[in-house]
């Protein structure tokens, strides 16, 4: 790949080609979401003119053209960037992955056929077991002359990149030939695992997936909770409409712009400083803003008779709070797609920057890649949080102006973080102090579950169950803070 050196844009074919791959995904997703409103428009014209109508009306415009931005990325890049190694990938994704082969080897039988089907280009690494001495080989009539293993009973023959032993395949292999030269039959087992030649793809189809199912969950609460998505449509045209939004939005990308050329001195871990204090100011600004809007949007509208003048009309008590609550989600949805988008633009720009500015060696963009896919799951961690924050206050501005929900909301983000530090250090063999600790743990929610931005910026990848997890967490306490929120504003007094 050609090494552009522009200046003050680094080399930019290394540190865009992670973000043309991310957009060959968002793409994807983009086509996949036209394919369907095409089969839509072909069964019912008006529900197509519903669901257009559903896109320019709401958030989705604005994501829209966050997708967009990815799309003209794509279509520029394809004519520079890998296209004919990622199309090749991709068509082999299906057929890559572990494997296990098992099948009983006959004694005293030379070249007994074992059916697989790998490339040996793709292969990680390979395990043969066997409870009998065995020669196995690629070819027939290899056995003794040139095997690729010989196993010895009981002791596993791995090979990985990494070993001093040879890789031994070439080329597609559909069989294998064993050889076993014991007395009984042999329990023989080849474990393997394979992947394609650009083994960022994997991430394309999750993009593509987040893209789908972002528009499948708005349009699903759309149609099935019309009088909650009416309120949470006004209610995010509010929030959006505020100079607030636009403050954080502009405010927070120049942040994570400058963050590239702070100098942080941290000896070569200036990458991970820029990823730490990244999702830190995305994650401080939505919560800020997620908090002001809920006291702005529920607050303030009991407190000057709007809220009465709603409930006027057709709409229940609980469809008006579960609708602020989804129309203060959205924006904040949109707040964390802009400026995660810049984040990851800065990281992978950020590897090559520091190359440059330190006078090592070009890295490669597999490098930028690696950093820049490594912060997702922050972001994706710090918006659960925010959701959690999110239905707190709504809970809290039911009852209470907005000074004292913001002051509320910040103690519960203070304890949330402190509560497990505080059961497991030194202070917590005090006995009160571990029984508060404990209680905050159980009342307010364990907001440290979402903080792994130490070993996010350490380069350590979080496993999708983590993920799983947080996300259940995070949609059983919102709920149960929703709960509250309804039983408060159940009996609340408007008039």
């Known amino acids: 790949m050609t090494n552009l050196p522009l200046l003050p844009l680094a080399n930019l074919e290394i540190w865009l080609t992670p973000l043309w791959i991310l957009s ?10 036209a394919l369907i409103y095409g089969l839509v428009w072909l069964i019912s014209r008006p529900a197509a003119a519903s669901l257009w109508a559903t896109v320019q009306d709401g958030v989705l415009l604005q994501l829209s053209y966050v997708i967009a931005a990815f799309m003209l990325l794509f279509l520029i890049g394809a004519f520079t960037m890998p296209m004919s190694r990622l199309r090749e990938s991709l068509q082999r994704l299906p057929a890559v ?10 004694p005293k039988v030379e070249d007994q056929e074992v059916t697989v089907n790998f490339r040996a280009d793709e292969l990680q690494d390979y395990t043969f077991k066997s409870n009998q001495d065995l020669r196995i080989a690629s070819e027939k009539g290899a056995a003794y002359i040139k095997p690729i293993a010989v196993v010895q009973g009981d002791e596993p023959y791995k090979w990985t990149p990494n070993s001093r032993l040879p890789r031994g395949f070439q080329d597609t292999v559909t069989k294998l030939y064993v050889t076993n030269e014991g007395d009984i039959p ?40 019309s009088g909650v998505s009416t309120i949470a449509l006004a209610t995010s045209k509010e929030a959006i409409a505020q100079p607030l939004f636009l403050l954080f939005l502009g405010g ?25 204090s990244g999702l830190t100011t995305i994650m401080v600004l939505s919560i800020i803003f997620a908090l002001w809007t809920a006291s702005v949007s529920v607050a303030d509208e009991i407190e000057g008779r709007t809220a009465l003048t709603l409930l006027s009309k057709p ?14 989600i959205w924006p904040v949805l949109l707040m964390y797609v802009v400026l995660g988008a810049v984040l990851l633009a800065t990281v992978s720009y950020k590897v090559v920057y520091d190359a440059r500015e330190t006078s090592n060696p070009n890295p490669d963009w597999q490098l930028c890649f690696d950093e820049m896919i490594r912060t997702v799951p922050g972001l994706v961690l710090a918006f659960f949080e925010t959701v959690v924050l999110t239905a707190i206050s709504v809970a ?14 910040g103690s519960i983000y203070v304890l949330g973080h402190l509560g497990p530090m505080i059961v497991n250090s030194s202070a917590g063999e005090i006995e009160f102090v571990a029984f508060i600790g404990k209680l905050v743990a159980v009342v307010l929610p364990v907001l440290d579950h979402f903080n792994i931005q130490a070993a996010i910026a350490g380069g350590q990848r979080v496993p999708w169950d983590y ?29």
């Open 24 to 33: 060959v995904g968002v793409t994807a997703g983009a086509a996949l979401l």
């Open 97 to 106: 992955g572990p494997a296990t082969v098992n099948q009983e080897i006959k």
């Open 186 to 225: 042999a329990a023989f087992a080849m474990e393997y695992t394979t992947d394609v030649a650009m083994p960022e793809v994997h991430y394309v189809p999750i993009a593509a997936a987040s893209v789908v199912g972002i528009f499948v969950l708005y349009f699903l609460v759309n149609w099935l909770l």
């Open 252 to 276: 927070g990308a120049l942040a994570l712009l400058a963050y590239i050329y702070i100098p942080y001195n941290t000896f070569g871990e200036d990458v991970k400083m820029l990823k730490d």
């Open 315 to 328: 709409i229940s008590r609980r469809q008006f709070i579960l609708g602020k609550f989804l129309g203060i």
């Open 396 to 409: 809290i501005s039911t009852r209470l102006p907005m000074l004292p929900n913001l002051l509320i909301c």
């Open 467 to 495: 993920l799983g997890m947080a996300a259940l967490y995070c949609a059983l306490y919102s709920t149960v803070a929703m709960l509250l929120a309804l039983a408060l504003f159940e009996d609340r007094d408007l008039a």
